[in-house]
């Protein structure tokens, strides 16, 4: 063997000894993981330093996921593999809680069954980062919110959630003018919405309405199925059932469809669904990263008003949302990375438009609603959400080309 021979044997020998040596270092046990009511863990640590988290459940029992200490889903399975640092912390939670009212004494040994003497702790509340009045095993809740309550007792870390209810004011003002150019949403933090005929409008929203939407579907039911999926009918389903999941939320979006209509007796459609649009567009701009951790995230029409962000799907779902409790028929438009929403009007006139690339005659798209000889081709006009000063009918140039598909929303 030459000496090159010789060389590049050393060499694979020393790669192969070192990745052997990654692979057969084991993940840290050394962290604390408290269970709740009804499970038990096992903590183990696997090859290439990951450690493995094993749920054992009661019966009776649903389990809720792995988080993390600062309350994030890890994992919904009973077995989780991932890395850990040491002193990590972890909690094991069932998907049952307690319900408690506001200024109301809660007394803690009710959440969970514990023997001998140990302490209780209660976090902070995941709405306002507010932290409770404590004495004892007793606590008093000034402000709504989910709260995160720890025991430990010599070996023992038990932990369980508290959800204090209350409702929550939040307040929504916007404009609509029909003579101002749009904002894209890269300029929109330096501008405001130019004065035209003004809204104002406060939900009073229940903490848990909201919390009922945000626990609908896990972190990887909150993306599009139909473009990351085959594509089937129960894709479409599952990505339409965000615009009307069930009527939890009717109460909210009555109140919003009850206020533009008031303000907008007497106006034409086209005019109504112009004023939907401009709320929804006036909702700041949120990036799935910031607000949920995550890539995609798509929100409940009720969750993207609690939260008073969202991202275009998000504002897209809650027109839809909107309008087709006013009687619309509507409809989402996908894009390549983009979705706008669609709005059918009988007699539509386009005022202006502003993209470059679209020819005039050109609002929207139209979808197939119904099947066989009750099939129709619908026209539906296309509603940019996500910057202020776009009216029906008018498609941004960057977005036009990237056009996918279009799907009708079922009415109520």
Known sequence: MDKASVAVAVIIAAAAAVFVAIVMIPGTTDITVYTDEGISAKVSGGMMGTTTLEADVDEDTEFGGWYDGNGRLLS????????????????????????????????????????????????????DGSSPDTEGTIAVFASPGMYVVTYVSGDVHRCSKVLVDGEIDIEYEWSYNTETEPVFSFFRKWFKTPSGQNYKLELSILYSDYLHYADIYDEDERMCYYTNRDGSDEDLAHDLSFVRYDDVQDKYIKQIADYISSKTAG????????????????????????????????????ETLFLSGGDCEDSSILFCAIASYMGYDTALFLFDDHMGAGVYLEDFKASRTYSSSVEPDVVGWKITVGEGEEAVQVPYYYGETTSVGWLIGEIPADEYDKFKHGFAVPNA
């Not at 990036?287 to 409940?300: A, K, L, M, N």
């Open 76 to 127: 919904n399975s009973t077995e989780y593999t991932a890395f850990f640092d040491k002193g990590d912390v972890v909690y094991a939670f069932t998907k049952s809680y307690l319900t408690t009212d506001l200024d109301t004494e809660t007394d803690l040994t009710l959440l969970m069954s514990v023997s001998g003497e140990g302490t209780f702790t209660v976090g902070k509340s995941d709405y």
């Open 267 to 302: 106006k034409d459609g086209q005019y109504v669904a112009n004023v939907i649009l401009s709320f929804v567009q006036t909702i700041p701009y949120a990036y799935d990263s910031d607000v949920h951790g995550t890539g995609e995230y798509w929100q409940f029409p009720l």
